[in-house]
């Protein structure tokens, strides 16, 4: 295959670095507090779990970004994923996880917990994805949270989505979900976060839909510590590591030129700014380094989303990719946990701004 200048193409690194140690093996998980038992922990069961972004939030134990993010209230009973890079880079990582397509599910047959969470797939609600919305039968998935809510009645539900699931088809899809929780008694709150305001080095903005049990008050929306860092802040240590002294810093797809990405994640990052969004179907599409002649490493795009040093992605830099950009980040997801444990104790502090009126 020929590049338009006429050189051949490169082909992406394909180092599979040999990790037998996770995040939650290493002496830094000690350190915060990451096999901590919490006195009367909340249960929580997470579906489509993916690497574990959002769950390792709502566990907590971690340095990211330069911020230790404390052992939270609660254990996660399972994690259920249909893909077994996800379930084994999470056992590696967190812990138990196990393989399940949730699309055919006796929700019976799981546990039953105080919290549910669940990224939803985000592909059919995404812009840069088919846009059909609940039409598919992947953009149906939601409705395993609802089952599962209506079978063991959890105190809350914390799905996560792309922020055009609420304008999409005019607010249609965003509306259907809302009255699916509301046909078994759970009333739901919209939460937008735009994660670059929080501490992240990336613009990437993220929909949280909060069901409550309506025997519960509707909690409002977190109040998160403003704060800003950009790229080069969270990645200039890495510029001159070429090894895996630091985990999957080898890995990168070899650059081609950069070009205009349209949006689609082919563009060249700018010093003192923040990272463009991190993709999941990257390919070869990575953006590339403010500085260096090279797309970022799967390392670098790893720091972006705020996973620790010590989560490391045992596969290919295209199926590591995959992970993380599909990924919840989490320092955000730990903000989160942090708000829900908080309501759960009654203790909460809110902030309407971040809520957002239902359509
Ligand atoms: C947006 S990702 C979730 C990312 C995760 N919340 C995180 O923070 O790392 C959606 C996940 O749903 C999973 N998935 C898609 N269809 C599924 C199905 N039918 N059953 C189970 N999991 C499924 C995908 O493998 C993917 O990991």
């Known amino acids: 295959m020929k590049r338009k200048d006429g050189m051949p193409k490169a082909k992406a690194l394909r180092n599979m670095p040999a990790f037998v140690v996770g995040h939650r093996d290493t002496s830094i998980a000690d350190r915060c507090g990451f096999h901590r038992c919490p006195p009367r922990p909340y249960s929580v069961l997470s579906l489509f779990s993916g690497c574990g972004g959002l769950d390792l939030g709502f566990h907590g134990g971690f340095e990211a970004l330069g911020t230790t993010y404390a052992r939270t209230n609660f254990h996660i009973v399972n994690a259920l994923d249909n893909d077994q ?146 790229i080069d802040e969270a990645i200039v240590d890495l510029e001159e590591v070429t090894d895996e002294t630091i985990p999957n810093q080898s890995q990168y797809f070899v650059a081609d030129v950069a070009t205009s990405g349209g949006g689609q994640g082919d563009h060249t990052n700018r010093r003192g700014a923040f990272a463009y969004t991190i993709r999941a179907n990257a390919r070869a599409r990575i953006q590339f380094h403010y500085r260096l002649p090279r797309r970022l490493t799967v390392r670098e795009c790893a720091r972006l989303q705020g996973f620790p040093d010590s989560f490391v992605f045992q596969y290919s830099a295209m199926r590591n990719m995959k992970l993380i950009g599909n990924a919840v980040p989490p320092p955000i997801a730990h903000a989160v946990a942090c708000h829900i444990q908080e309501v759960l104790n009654g203790t909460a502090v809110c902030d309407e701004q971040l809520e957002l009126a239902l359509v």
Request: glycine share 8%; proline share 6%.
């Open 85 to 230: 890079d996800c379930v084994d880079c999470y056992r590696l990582n967190i812990g138990p996880s196990e393989r399940c397509d949730l699309s055919a599910v006796d929700v019976a047959t799981l546990p039953p917990v105080d919290v549910l969470i669940g990224g939803f797939p985000c592909q059919d609600f995404s812009s840069s994805g088919t846009k059909l919305g609940t039409t598919t039968d992947r953009g149906k998935l939601y409705q395993v949270l609802v089952r599962y809510a209506d079978y063991h009645r959890p105190r809350l539900i914390i799905g996560e989505n792309v922020p055009l699931l609420r304008q999409l088809a005019g607010g249609k899809y965003l509306k259907e979900i809302i009255a699916a929780f509301g046909s078994i008694g759970y009333q739901v709150s919209i939460w937008r976060i735009v994660c670059q305001d929080h501490g992240l080095p990336q613009s990437r903005t993220r929909l949280f839909i909060v069901g409550t049990d309506v025997e519960y008050a509707r909690p409002s929306a977190p109040r998160l510590e403003r704060r800003r860092m950009f």
